[in-house]
């Protein structure tokens, strides 16, 4: 196929990229090249006769439509989106014009070039979503595909929002989609503003690592390679006008991520303390979430998928990375919010 990718030079879209890529097919990169975007995420495949990098921002519809042309793809998979939660809370606006506008202009453009094309059978569009969507659950339950939405932040609130746009055109003008929200996703690549790499890189600095409230809140970790598998599985075995929701089968709480971390940090690169002893409290972050879980049946027993790596095997992993790419991370430091505390304004 020729896939046009949004969000392709940042932190999961990269990652779909490069398998993509990989596995043969034709990879259209459409990115605005906001301030999470970095095209090094892609340098792997940027001289490959399969990759075409097209700098844009879906909030530009006649450029869409221009790279609908000229590209002629088979497949749309919309990443493209803000999605730092902090930042939606000191700053919705954005999130507001790039997901919901932007998701917008995206399906227009799709619905036009599927129809300029005689409407061909194989076309996809495939919108990737969040489980935080759902909102929040208790100590029990998981996320199914029939959960209720109940967005609980600016950022989920206009995901929820974009995934509505997505089931209307597929049910008032027919347009062919598949949907998919993942777990939170961790690993090679990931923007340093996020969980993860904040507590890696504060950790290698020797400075305090933040956890917010008690570290109580659990989340479902997909490691970020696994999820662009399944993505693309997805798009290439998935029922139209169907959602799957994509787990890491993974759950944890944040402290006790946060102290997987350090003592991974510690057997790779031991300082004269145990990290953990950085680990420190902080405010909370209004309306956080307790827990998220997803409920893997569907994507599970329809598409024969599952994770490859546990969480312990996935940080390692991380880790590693990381002390390997300094250049990297570092390179990312001085961008607008990376170090920051964000998202407490309220």
Known sequence: MKILVTGGAGFIGSAVVR????????????????YAACLENVASVADSPLYAFEHVDIRNRAELDRVFAEHAPDAVMHLAAESHVDRSIDGPGDFIETNITGTFNMLEAARKYWSDTGKPAGFRFH?????????TLGAIGQFTEDTPYAPNSP??????????????????????????????????????????????????????????????????WLYVEDHADALLTVLAKGELNRSYNIGGENEATNLDLVKTICRILDEKRPAEKPYADLITFVADRPGHDLRYAIDPT?????????????????????????????????????????GQRLGHKS
């Open 19 to 34: 398998h993509a890529v990989a596995q043969g097919h034709a990879v259209v990169n459409l990115d605005a090249l906001t």
């Open 127 to 135: 919108h990737i979503s969040t489980d935080e969507v759902f909102g």
């Open 155 to 220: 950022y989920s609130a206009s995901k929820a929002a974009s995934d509505h746009l997505v089931r209307a055109w597929a049910e008032t003008y027919g347009l062919p989609v598949v949907m998919t929200n993942c777990s939170n996703n961790y690993g090679p690549f990931h923007f340093p503003e996020k969980l993860v790499p904040v507590v890696i890189l504060k950790a290698l600095a020797g400075e305090a690592i933040p956890v917010y409230g008690k570290g109580e809140n659990v989340r479902d």
């Open 298 to 338: 569907r994507i599970r027993t329809e598409l024969n998928w599952r994770p490859s790596v546990t969480v312990e095997q996935g940080l390692e992993k991380t880790v590693q990375w990381y002390l390997d790419n300094e250049d990297w991370w570092r390179a990312l430091q001085n961008r607008d919010g990376v």
